[in-house]
């Protein structure tokens, strides 16, 4: 007996009731590490709503002045100035990602959290999505010297060497730096002596997740992502310090889940309001890496 063309599920087999036994156990769509929200500066997450904004006054460099007891000076040498530029974050980004199983697929699978499974890849939708945003960003920064390098070139020691010292160059604090790259970057470290030589560490890179380790020889923390903008042969990658870009997500995204009784079917969605923007231009170093 067939269902009905316009009841089918449409992920119940081939659309007939089950003969089949589905396997208590789920083989789950494969997912790609999240690196860049703990890479980034969130310190001004909070209750959002669409469309606010939030302003960041950038503080500048004091000056000093000669004592000088026998006049005034101290008066008009005074700093008055606490900020002379202002950033902005613009919560501008609303998602959702919605997840329903009708009663058919519900009660004909032996899988009793179908739904939960997809709910939770949900959220994992939602923070890729976050995710990509923000590496977007790199490309952007320190345009005055424009992104490392050309298109699909290997990642050296020399490469990081350059960038770090252009970042020395500008004050950026040697603390709360971060390389991140995508996996030929990952590959090519894996030919640097100085990174995996016993002779250098005694924990070579090669972690399990995002985080991939860190360059001992720099302390330079290393993650490693997809979800970098990707050019005609590689990406662009960055070393990055987190105020180099600011993050602003609505505290606690928001979950539901109703009956839709029409549809006979369970729903959750989740959605989620962020906004992220550029802060610190001359805080990363963007860096073409050799593959996509």
Known sequence: ?????????????????????????????????????????????????????VWIPVMTGLSTYDVDVTATAVINNMNTTASTTVESITIDH??????????????????????????????????KAIDSQVTA?????????????????????????????ALDEDDVPRT???????PSTLADTYKIDKFMS???TTKPLGGMDGYRGTINAYNMPFYVTNHLTTYSVGNVGCLL????????????????????????????????MWGEDELRDLFGYPFYTRLT
């Open 137 to 165: 960003l790199f490309s952007g920064l320190q345009n005055t010297r424009g992104v490392y390098g050309s298109d699909g070139q290997t990642f050296t020691d020399d490469m990081l060497i350059a960038m770090m010292e």
């Open 241 to 272: 310090h987190r105020d180099a870009i600011g993050l602003v997500i609505q505290a606690t995204p928001s979950v539901e889940k109703w009956r839709a009784h029409a549809a006979h079917s369970d729903v959750i969605n989740i959605s989620a």
């Open 94 to 127: 609303w998602k959702e990602a919605p997840v329903q199983i009708d009663d058919s697929t519900k009660n004909q699978t032996q899988v009793g959290a179908l739904l939960n499974i997809m709910a939770d890849n949900a959220a994992y939708a939602l923070e």
């Open 1 to 53: 007996m067939a269902w009905p063309t316009d009841r089918r599920p449409s992920d119940a087999d081939t659309g007939y009731f089950i003969p089949d036994i589905w396997s208590t156990r789920v083989i789950n769509h494969v997912r790609s590490y999240l690196v860049a929200k703990s890479l980034v500066n969130t310190d001004w997450q909070d209750q959002l709503a669409m469309g606010k904004k």
């Open 176 to 182: 709360n730096r971060a390389l991140v790259g995508d």
């Open 198 to 200: 016993y002779d250098y």
